[in-house]
């Protein structure tokens, strides 16, 4: 499937890095809508964004945009900061920037930009529908929507503490001029700490660390950045933009429950989309046939139409 390579300019000068995905049928004069495309928590582009996009472009008469995220696999950090650090005020900001990217292409129509998102930046694209007024849908895909209560899902209480203190610690050894302290993003024993403590996490991320340049490890500061954080605060101002969630029924890592009491705050147009399994099962096999033939109907009414 055809796609470019393409890098853009974030607005505090950072290079992020990523792919343009554009139909063969469609001449290069024409402008398409665009759907921009980022992934989840330390995840790269070639972790099934790519199968997404493809399978969009096979679909729509549709253009879309995939990258990785600030200081992860090919894209950029900033100067004198970490790799591997997730912080969400950055991850959101860089969302509208690609936007502003992807309406500087001649080929792309600047006024039918849709955003997609999944998990960690399904809850991003959550955000970013309230407060960019650009983007015409929004395709928020088991999203991560309430820091606090997700973290304390994932945190046992009496891990709690220490937690706490390691947060205190790293934040005086960055002021000290010490290098930032890591995390594992997964563990094979989920009673040891990581950022997932959970089995599907654990099975998903070390298949792709042998076949992708994916590493395990996060800083520390981004897992205390992910429970300040709660993306849908503004989920009711996404509104008039159409919004499809998509909630995996047994998902352990972005809980349901969580993600319908979100949904039932938004308002109209909005579609919810529930998928059997958990939370990676919709990005392969029949789980993803469902799911993505659901999301291109979406975006052929409310994107492409």
């Known amino acids: 499937m055809p796609r470019e390579t393409i890098e853009f300019q974030t607005a505090d000068h950072v290079t992020l890095r990523g792919w ?7 001449a290069s004069e024409t402008k398409l809508p665009c759907l921009v495309m980022s992934h989840g ?17 096979q679909n729509l008469p549709i253009s879309c945009l995939v990258y990785d995220n600030r200081g992860f696999g090919d894209s950029d950090t900033k100067a004198g900061q970490p790799r591997h650090e997730i912080l969400p005020s950055q991850q959101t900001s860089d969302i509208s920037d690609a936007i502003t990217y992807a309406q500087s ?10 955003i997609w998102g999944s998990s960690y930046s399904g809850g991003h694209v959550l955000w970013v529908g309230a407060v960019d007024r650009r983007v015409k849908v929004v395709l928020s895909q088991v999203p991560f929507a309430d820091g606090w209560a997700n973290m304390n899902r994932l945190i046992r209480p009496d ?28 563990d094979e024993d989920p009673l ?28 520390m500061k981004s897992l205390e950045a992910a429970r300040e ?7 009711h101002r996404i509104a ?43 990005y392969t096999g029949k789980g993803f046939e469902r799911n993505a033939s659901a999301q291109a109907d979406f975006l052929k009414e409310h994107l492409v139409g």
């Open 20 to 26: 343009f995905f554009r139909p063969s049928t469609e």
């Open 41 to 57: 928590f330390s995840a790269l582009k070639e972790m099934e964004l790519d199968t997404f996009a493809e399978y969009f472009i």
């Open 105 to 114: 292409r001649a080929d792309v129509n600047p006024d039918r930009i849709g």
């Open 159 to 186: 891990m709690m503490e220490a937690v706490n203190k390691t947060f205190q610690e790293d934040r005086l050894a960055r002021a000290a001029g010490k290098p930032a302290a890591m995390m594992k993003v997964v």
């Open 192 to 219: 040891k700490p990581s950022a997932l403590p959970t089995p599907d996490s654990y099975q998903f991320f070390t298949a792709w660390e042998a076949k992708s340049n994916w590493k395990n490890e996060i800083t």
């Open 229 to 235: 954080y709660f993306p849908s605060a503004h989920i």
């Open 240 to 282: 008039p933009t159409p919004l499809l969630m998509t909630v995996a029924e047994n998902d352990v890592i972005t809980p349901v429950d969580l993600a319908l009491e979100a949904f039932s705050r938004a308002r109209e147009p909005k579609k919810l989309q529930i998928t059997p399994g958990g939370h990676f099962d919709g």
